[in-house]
Protein backbone atom coordinates (compact mmCIF):
# COMPACT_ATOMS: atom_id res chain seq x y z
CA UNK A 1 0.00 0.00 0.00
CA UNK A 2 1.19 3.56 -1.02
CA UNK A 3 -0.43 6.33 -1.54
CA UNK A 4 1.88 8.56 1.29
CA UNK A 5 5.71 9.29 1.97
CA UNK A 6 5.63 6.93 5.16
CA UNK A 7 4.29 3.75 5.45
CA UNK A 8 1.10 2.75 6.71
CA UNK A 9 1.65 0.47 10.08
CA UNK A 10 -1.07 -1.40 12.11
CA UNK A 11 -0.42 -4.44 14.22
CA UNK A 12 -4.24 -5.08 14.83
CA UNK A 13 -5.58 -4.31 11.26
CA UNK A 14 -6.13 -7.78 10.07
CA UNK A 15 -8.24 -10.27 7.74
CA UNK A 16 -10.99 -12.14 9.57
CA UNK A 17 -13.41 -14.82 8.12
CA UNK A 18 -15.88 -16.65 10.41
CA UNK A 19 -14.79 -15.05 13.56
CA UNK A 20 -11.17 -16.26 12.96
CA UNK A 21 -8.08 -14.14 12.95
CA UNK A 22 -6.00 -14.17 10.33
CA UNK A 23 -2.49 -12.19 8.63
CA UNK A 24 -2.06 -8.58 9.17
CA UNK A 25 -3.21 -6.47 6.81
CA UNK A 26 -0.33 -3.70 6.96
CA UNK A 27 2.93 -4.17 8.80
CA UNK A 28 3.08 -3.72 12.73
CA UNK A 29 5.79 -1.64 12.56
CA UNK A 30 8.64 -0.16 10.96
CA UNK A 31 12.16 0.62 11.72
CA UNK A 32 14.17 3.99 11.04
CA UNK A 33 17.05 4.82 11.34
CA UNK A 34 17.38 8.92 12.85
CA UNK A 35 21.14 10.05 13.30
CA UNK A 36 22.44 6.61 13.93
CA UNK A 37 19.87 5.69 16.41
CA UNK A 38 17.42 2.73 15.22
CA UNK A 39 13.94 4.13 16.10
CA UNK A 40 10.65 2.01 15.75
CA UNK A 41 7.06 3.36 15.24
CA UNK A 42 4.39 0.50 16.04
CA UNK A 43 1.04 1.12 14.38
CA UNK A 44 -1.94 0.58 16.75
CA UNK A 45 -5.50 0.97 15.16
CA UNK A 46 -8.35 2.09 17.69
CA UNK A 47 -11.92 2.05 17.51
CA UNK A 48 -12.74 5.14 15.64
CA UNK A 49 -14.11 8.11 17.06
CA UNK A 50 -14.51 10.03 14.01
CA UNK A 51 -15.08 9.17 10.44
CA UNK A 52 -15.36 11.74 7.38
CA UNK A 53 -16.60 9.93 4.37
CA UNK A 54 -15.90 11.42 0.96
CA UNK A 55 -16.97 9.13 -1.57
CA UNK A 56 -20.50 7.78 -0.98
CA UNK A 57 -22.51 10.59 -2.49
CA UNK A 58 -24.33 11.00 0.80
CA UNK A 59 -24.40 14.33 2.56
CA UNK A 60 -24.27 13.81 6.15
CA UNK A 61 -23.09 17.01 8.57
CA UNK A 62 -22.59 15.03 12.01
CA UNK A 63 -24.40 12.02 13.17
CA UNK A 64 -23.16 10.05 16.68
CA UNK A 65 -23.63 6.43 15.60
CA UNK A 66 -21.85 3.49 17.66
CA UNK A 67 -19.41 1.11 16.60
CA UNK A 68 -19.66 -2.67 17.18
CA UNK A 69 -18.76 -2.36 20.76
CA UNK A 70 -21.64 0.60 21.45
CA UNK A 71 -18.54 3.46 21.42
CA UNK A 72 -19.90 6.70 19.65
CA UNK A 73 -18.33 7.76 16.60
CA UNK A 74 -19.28 10.82 14.84
CA UNK A 75 -19.95 9.89 11.00
CA UNK A 76 -20.05 12.81 8.30
CA UNK A 77 -20.68 12.25 4.50
CA UNK A 78 -19.32 14.94 2.07
CA UNK A 79 -21.83 13.96 -0.59
CA UNK A 80 -19.91 13.77 -4.34
CA UNK A 81 -17.51 15.77 -6.90
CA UNK A 82 -16.37 18.23 -4.10
CA UNK A 83 -19.68 19.59 -3.11
CA UNK A 84 -18.29 19.71 0.31
CA UNK A 85 -15.27 18.77 2.34
CA UNK A 86 -15.43 17.56 5.88
CA UNK A 87 -13.99 19.82 9.01
CA UNK A 88 -12.98 18.43 12.12
CA UNK A 89 -12.50 20.63 15.12
CA UNK A 90 -11.52 19.45 18.67
CA UNK A 91 -11.60 21.31 21.37
CA UNK A 92 -9.55 21.99 23.86
CA UNK A 93 -11.96 19.90 26.34
CA UNK A 94 -11.75 17.07 23.85
CA UNK A 95 -15.38 17.67 22.34
CA UNK A 96 -15.31 16.78 18.70
CA UNK A 97 -17.63 18.57 16.44
CA UNK A 98 -17.74 18.03 12.29
CA UNK A 99 -19.23 20.40 9.94
CA UNK A 100 -19.67 20.40 6.09
CA UNK A 101 -18.06 23.38 4.32
CA UNK A 102 -18.92 24.06 0.83
CA UNK A 103 -16.92 26.51 -2.22
CA UNK A 104 -18.80 29.66 -0.67
CA UNK A 105 -17.12 28.74 3.05
CA UNK A 106 -13.65 28.44 1.73
CA UNK A 107 -14.02 31.08 -0.91
CA UNK A 108 -12.37 33.80 1.31
CA UNK A 109 -9.36 31.73 2.75
CA UNK A 110 -6.09 33.21 1.93
CA UNK A 111 -3.78 30.46 0.55
CA UNK A 112 -0.64 29.73 2.36
CA UNK A 113 2.70 31.55 -0.05
CA UNK A 114 4.79 28.23 0.29
CA UNK A 115 1.92 25.68 -0.13
CA UNK A 116 0.31 27.89 -3.25
CA UNK A 117 4.12 27.86 -4.89
CA UNK A 118 3.90 23.97 -4.38
CA UNK A 119 0.17 23.66 -5.99
CA UNK A 120 1.37 26.27 -9.05
CA UNK A 121 4.62 24.30 -9.67
CA UNK A 122 2.54 20.89 -9.42
CA UNK A 123 -0.35 22.20 -11.82
CA UNK A 124 2.17 23.59 -14.55
CA UNK A 125 3.69 20.28 -14.46
CA UNK A 126 0.88 18.09 -14.90
CA UNK A 127 -0.73 20.80 -17.30
CA UNK A 128 2.61 20.50 -19.76
CA UNK A 129 2.04 16.94 -19.73
CA UNK A 130 -1.55 16.73 -20.19
CA UNK A 131 -2.21 19.74 -21.91
CA UNK A 132 -1.22 17.69 -25.18
CA UNK A 133 -3.78 17.02 -27.29
CA UNK A 134 -3.68 12.82 -28.46
CA UNK A 135 -7.05 13.01 -30.02
CA UNK A 136 -10.14 14.44 -31.02
CA UNK A 137 -13.81 13.84 -31.15
CA UNK A 138 -16.07 15.04 -34.55
CA UNK A 139 -18.90 14.99 -31.29
CA UNK A 140 -19.41 16.67 -27.79
CA UNK A 141 -18.75 13.92 -25.04
CA UNK A 142 -21.42 15.54 -22.72
CA UNK A 143 -22.17 14.10 -19.29
CA UNK A 144 -25.87 15.58 -19.26
CA UNK A 145 -28.76 15.34 -21.54
CA UNK A 146 -30.76 18.59 -22.65
CA UNK A 147 -32.98 18.61 -20.06
CA UNK A 148 -29.80 18.29 -17.52
CA UNK A 149 -30.28 14.46 -17.00
CA UNK A 150 -26.89 12.75 -16.23
CA UNK A 151 -25.90 10.39 -19.16
CA UNK A 152 -23.29 8.54 -17.17
CA UNK A 153 -24.03 5.32 -16.84
CA UNK A 154 -27.25 4.98 -18.84
CA UNK A 155 -25.70 5.66 -22.62
Not at 32 to 56: C, M, P, Q
Not at 100 to 121: I, M, Q, R
Request: hydrophobic share 35%.
Amino acid sequence: MEAADFPYVSCNFYSEADGIRSENVLDSYEVFELGGVSVAIIGITTGLDVFIDGHSHTTLPMEEVTDEEGNTVILTQTDSYLDAVGQLTIAADGTITTELLTAEDLSGLTPDPEVKALEDAWISEINAQLGQVIGYAEVTLDNYDTEGNRLVRKQ
